[in-house]
Each structure stands twice: as C-alpha cells, then as structure tokens.
C-alpha cells in the first residue's frame, strides 16, 4: 500500500477558514435575545474560498467514510491514527495497522458536544428538557479544558453506537475534543467520531511530526495529514469522575493542580503508575497503563531528577554501553547520546570533541522541532582515545519545551544511529513533569538515581 502525505496549508493566521463555532440564541428572563458560541456545533464551510486548504481534510473524511484503513491527522497532542469509531472493520484496522494489543482501549475523538451526547445518550433532543447526559461532575472540566487535551471516562450505554473494540469490553469510554480546528473539521467532515491513538507502531515513541508517522507507518496506511508539529507533545490527561473521589488515570497535557482548581474535582488523586502496568488479566481503564510505551530502538538510561546528578557518571556510560552491546549482539557500541534538561553539563560531563550543531531530519528547522543535534567524539579520560560517536541535544530546563521536543528527540537520536541513550530527568510534581517522566520511565531501559 502506497503512503501518501496530505499537506493542509494552515497556520493561525488563517486556521479559522476551517470551521468556527455555531451561534446560538440565548434567551433571558427579561426576554431579550442574545447570541452566544459555545462548544454545542461545529461548522465547517461547505463551500469556500480557501478550498485549496480545505480540500486535503475533505479527501482524507472521505476516505474515512468509505474504506476500512485508518488514517494519520495531527492533534494539539500527538498525531492520532484515526477511524469511525462506529464500525468495527475500521477500528480493527487501527489495531492491524499499530500491532497494538486489542485489550487495551481506545480514546473517541468528538468535533463537538452534540457529537458526545448522541454516544452517550442516542435519543438525547437539545429541543427538549432532558437532563444533560453528560455526568455534571465534567461539566467544570468541560468549560475550563475543552477543546484541549483532557479525556474523559463516560458511561457507555447499553446498546452503544460504538464499536466494541473501542471499549476493549469495559463498560466506559475515554473521549476528547481536540483543541485542533483541524482535527474537529476532520470529524466534523466524516461525520462519525473517531476512535485514535497515537499513529506509532505500537511501543514507539508517539509520533509529533508527520515524518514521525510516515517512519513507522509507511505502507500500513494510506493518508496522512500533515498540519505541521504538535503544540503540546504529550498526550492528553485521562481522568475518571464516575468513581469517588475522581482519580487522573494517566497524565498529560493537563497538569493534576490546574484539575485541582475545578469544583467538585479539589480531592481528585494519582491512580497511575509509571512503569507499564503488566501481567493483569484485565483491560486496562485507560491507554498507556498497562504496556510499554514510548520506547525507542535505543537503549534508555534514566536519571531521575531527585538524585541531584550534575552529570552522567563515567562507569555508568562504560556499563550501558557493554550491556546495549551484548542485548543486540553488536559488540563494540558507536553511538552515544546525551538528552539534557537543564542541569547537566554540555556532553553530560563526558569528555568530547568537535560538538557542532547538526541539522535534525524532521525539517532542519530549530524552530520547528524545538532542540538542535550536535554531533562530535566521546573522548577517553585522558583526551587522546576516541571511544565513540557522540549525539547531544539540550531539550532546556522549561517543562513544556521539554514536552514538546522530547518524543521528536527519542526518534531523532533513534534515527542517526544512537545505541545508547542517556536522559536528564525533570523534577515530577503535579504539573505536566508527571506526564513527561511518567513517558520516560516507560520508554527507559534502566533508570537510576
């Protein structure tokens, strides 16, 4: 199967030709009128004079409504590899195309809130006085997080719209509405919601790029939509407000305190753990839980941040470099790679040479991928012996940069040869750190203080 790419001509000069929020009349006791936009529809243009930037997102919904191979699109988070969520042929190419387990449930992707209540609730009528299906403990989430990268765990009715193989037999579904007018346009346009994880094969780091995809997806799927890099690079937050109290399922891009600051939701706690949670014989609540993810082909050297390194210790590096050796039969390693966050020195500390900035395969562009690679010689104590080569990228010491960069960097290193990677950690409190340490510690090979 042939894989092609679907370049959509956008940027935030211009992102409101792709859709915009319907305006609704709002009545008052005084009986005026207003309008008002809220999350309830979003409209994509049926005709336009920016067709040319709409037209790849038709071509792609329409693939989407008419085959059974998911398809690549882009999201505030990562890229989601996305299918109507209805069918189940279709969400079983998901599972085909990723060589994911199927026990491991699948986040729906909705454009707007009419969207999630017909999945929640089939015969829900806005026109009437029902309740809101909805539970009321999300609706402080709702307001403060949507669109963003918050899934939320719902009840899922007996009989579902959605496919079984979305749910992975449990009676709950994580969805979302994504922060990306793109991706709203995308599902707006299919005219289903859209079961997606992340577009890697399975284990690899999440893709934030649609060279990412193509990497490991090339000939699985036959379109990707390309709407540049992904703002955020961490997938969302999943929390569950059906049990007391509410827990946060798996971090992500939004933090355990900003949750904290919403009503009913002040005693919210942790229910994640940060290796992969296996040997259960259940489905996991929530994607990412239970098994290992994020794992380049390198070896993965973890430092926490608690341990207070200043640099990486010399016998460590010569004692992963033996051991990435002998786990893939190579011998002699000749790559090493260093991802720093703030603290450590340039090269870790490892005595080098000739570190020149070199540019990342992803677009070259600093600005586009958020670090630079330096490559140079790993040096012997003495200065006089080359040991190996030796690949550097400074991630810097803001969080959400560190985000943004760090599955780029994995892949990045990954594909410029590194057999052992070192890692800086980032102090973890209740803010988006969770997320990225809790996807390092699964990425990681061995982790040390």
């Known amino acids: 199967m042939e894989t092609r790419i679907l370049k959509v001509k956008v940027d935030y000069s211009n992102i409101q030709v792709l859709g915009h929020w319907k305006e609704e009349s709002a009545e008052h006791k005084d009986g005026s009128k207003t309008k008002t936009s809220n999350l309830n529809t979003w409209e994509v243009p049926t005709t336009s004079e920016h067709e040319d930037i709409l037209s790849p997102i038709r071509e792609v919904a329409h693939h989407l409504r008419t085959t059974d191979i998911p398809v690549a699109f882009p999201t505030e988070t990562v890229y989601g590899l996305g299918a109507d969520a209805t069918r189940s042929a279709a969400v079983k190419g998901i599972y085909a195309a990723k060589g994911r387990p199927s026990d491991n449930p699948l986040i729906v992707h909705v454009c707007d809130l009419s969207m999630l209540r017909s999945l929640i609730s089939p015969s829900f009528s806005s026109a009437g006085d029902e309740e809101d299906p909805i539970p009321a403990i999300y609706h402080p989430l709702i307001t403060r997080f949507w669109p963003g990268p918050l899934t939320i765990l719902l009840p899922n009715p007996s009989p579902s719209l959605l496919a079984p193989e979305v749910t992975a037999g449990l009676p709950t579904f994580g969805c979302r509405m994504p922060a990306s007018a793109l991706a709203r346009s995308l599902i707006k346009l299919a005219n289903a919601p859209l079961a997606a994880p992340s577009a890697n094969a399975s284990t690899k780091p999440s893709p934030t790029a649609a060279q990412h995809v193509l990497d490991d997806l090339r000939g699985r799927i036959a379109l990707i939509l390309d709407g540049g890099s992904c703002s955020v690079g961490v997938e969302s937050t999943v929390v569950d407000g059906l049990c007391s109290p509410p827990v946060v399922l798996r971090p992500g891009g939004v933090s355990l305190e900003e949750i904290r ?115 140079g010689q790993w040096l012997d104590e003495d200065g006089t012996t080359v040991l190996a080569r030796l690949l550097e990228i400074n991630l810097g010491n803001d969080v959400k940069g560190v985000a943004h960069g760090l599955f780029a960097a994995l892949r990045e290193l990954d594909r410029r040869g590194a057999d052992v990677i070192f890692v800086e950690g980032v102090s973890d409190g209740d803010d988006i750190a969770a997320a990225v340490m809790n996807r390092l510690r699964k990425a990681a090979s061995d982790i040390r203080i």
């Open 261 to 375: 600051e919403c009503k009913g939701w002040e005693g919210v706690e942790k229910a994640y753990k940060d290796q992969a949670e296996v040997g259960g014989k259940t489905a996991p609540r929530a994607p990412g839980m239970k098994y290992k993810h994020y794992s380049p082909k390198a070896r993965v050297v973890l430092y926490e941040a608690e341990g207070g390194r200043r640099e990486v210790p010399r016998t460590d590096v010569r004692e992963a470099v033996e051991a990435a050796g002998e786990e893939e039969g190579k011998g002699n390693v000749k790559s090493v790679a260093i991802i720093r966050t703030g603290r450590w020195p340039v090269a870790g500390g490892l005595r080098s040479q000739g570190l020149d900035d070199v540019a990342a395969k992803d677009s070259g562009d600093v600005a586009e991928t958020g670090f630079a690679v330096r490559e």
